[in-house]
């Protein structure tokens, strides 16, 4: 019926226009026309015309993703996502528990670390430009309603010292105490450390593996010939620039209260297969992504591909994963010999058909090493001469398993054979 009328309406000016020859009326006629016109959408539906300057809300996001392909390679599509979101979450980090960082890492020198924190310097929240060699005390005296960009981390002489301000600043309400400068008579004084972070350079191993399991890490790749990307040059596309961090700045405005009820009171179904940490630092993203995709027929596409580019960059590491299994097996095969005794070798053999791929003593010490367990000389009957092996309960085992190597199925439940062992 409504669209029975529109179309009347739009037929009725549509003459007037044609038998009008006054230029006056037909500009009424034009924007009385504007001010009524209805488009049609794929299916019949009819949707109203945004008003002038209003967007969909996920477009913000899909400009920063055109910004980011425009003059960077990444080795997914997925992770311009991921980074158009983390971008975004600079703007609301307050509103959230904790606040993942970026960690942009290659093999090689000239892969796009240094290109990526100079896009992120044009977008994120009060950027703090691209900072080599820092100090602890830029760091954490800095840090509130600030991004910091840090390059060249493997060059970095103070990384131990660092350390501890990167370890505790990706979570809201963490502090350090310092004594305070001379003006302040040298007393203790606590700094807030929470802030959003991007941190580049070469290798994986130049931040502490705790700082690592706080980050979303990207792992750049040089460009091919075929694979260029264009120069970026931000005086000559300064105009660009101040549209796109005002798109940003509309939509955090537009959307804050609805992100942060998003964030505090919405389950995120397609998170709960990963860790807790990993939950903890994709939360605040997830809930932009909810935010932005909320009327859009891909929004399940779209999670698809966030979970995607959350399982590439957190990942649980597949040294880790390969420690879990080896976890589940050894309690699998505890239950019926408890417990289960062996040297790190003859423990081995028995897993050997049990893994894909087989498995060897070299896998299997530092397992048992990592969760603190001994050997003693015991004899087994038979034998002559004692060997140095192992004793694993199976209620230790399982008791690991339980709390560490969780297997999870493809619907995300936890796989639970007979009394829960893994």
């Not at 669209?3 to 003459?15: I, K, M, N, T």
């Not at 924007?31 to 300057?53: L, W």
């Not at 990384?159 to 310092?178: H, I, P, S, Y």
Request: charge should be neutral; include cysteine; hydrophobic fraction near 40%.
């Amino acid at each position: 019926m409504a669209y029975a009328f529109w179309s009347l309406w739009d037929f009725v000016l549509r003459g007037l226009l044609a038998v009008s020859n006054s230029k006056l009326i037909s500009g009424v006629v034009l924007m009385i026309a504007s001010a009524f016109s209805v488009t049609t959408a794929a299916g019949g539906k009819i949707k109203a015309a945004h008003p002038e300057g209003a967007t969909p809300d996920f477009d913000i996001l899909a400009d920063l993703e055109k910004y980011l392909r425009r003059f960077i390679l990444l080795p997914d599509e997925c992770l311009y996502s991921l980074v158009s979101l983390w971008i975004v979450g600079t703007h609301l980090h307050k509103d959230f528990d904790f606040f993942g960082y970026l960690f942009v890492h290659s093999p090689e020198a000239q892969s796009g670390k240094s290109r990526l924190l100079e896009l992120l310097n044009e977008s994120v929240l009060n950027p703090s430009g691209i900072v080599v060699s820092p100090t602890p005390a830029i760091l954490y005296r800095a840090a509130d309603n600030n991004t910091f960009l840090l390059d060249e981390v493997d060059g970095w002489n103070e990384r131990d010292d660092l350390r501890e301000v990167l370890n505790a600043g990706f979570q809201k309400g963490r502090n350090v105490v310092r004594c305070g400068g001379k003006d302040e008579g040298y007393t203790p004084r606590s700094f807030n450390v929470y802030a959003p972070r991007a941190l580049a350079g070469i290798g994986t191993d130049i931040i502490d593996r705790v700082t690592r399991d706080r980050t979303f890490m990207i792992r750049m790749v040089r460009q091919k010939h075929t694979e260029r990307r264009e120069r970026f040059q931000p005086r000559k596309i300064k105009p660009e620039l101040d549209a796109l961090r005002k798109g940003i700045g509309d939509w955090v405005k537009r959307n804050r209260s609805a992100v942060r009820d998003w964030y505090e009171n919405s389950e995120m179904p397609y998170l709960q297969d990963f860790q807790d940490r990993t939950i903890d630092v994709s939360q605040s993203l997830a809930a932009i992504l909810e935010v932005a995709y909320r009327q859009s027929e891909g929004i399940r596409a779209t999670r698809a591909r966030f979970a995607k580019a959350v399982g590439m960059t957190r990942g649980e590491q597949q040294t880790a994963e390969n420690g879990h299994e080896i976890l589940r097996e050894l309690t699998k095969l505890a239950q019926a010999q408890d417990p289960l005794v062996g040297s790190a070798s003859e423990l081995a053999d028995r897993l050997h058909s049990l893994i894909d791929g087989g498995i060897t003593d070299k896998e299997v010490f530092p397992v048992l090493r990592r969760y603190d367990f001994t050997t003693k000389s015991t004899r087994l009957q038979g034998e002559d001469q004692p060997r140095y092996r192992y004793s694993l309960p199976y209620a230790a085992l399982k008791d690991l398993c339980e709390r560490y190597a969780v297997e999870v199925t493809n619907t995300g439940e936890e796989a639970v054979p007979a009394e829960r062992v893994m």
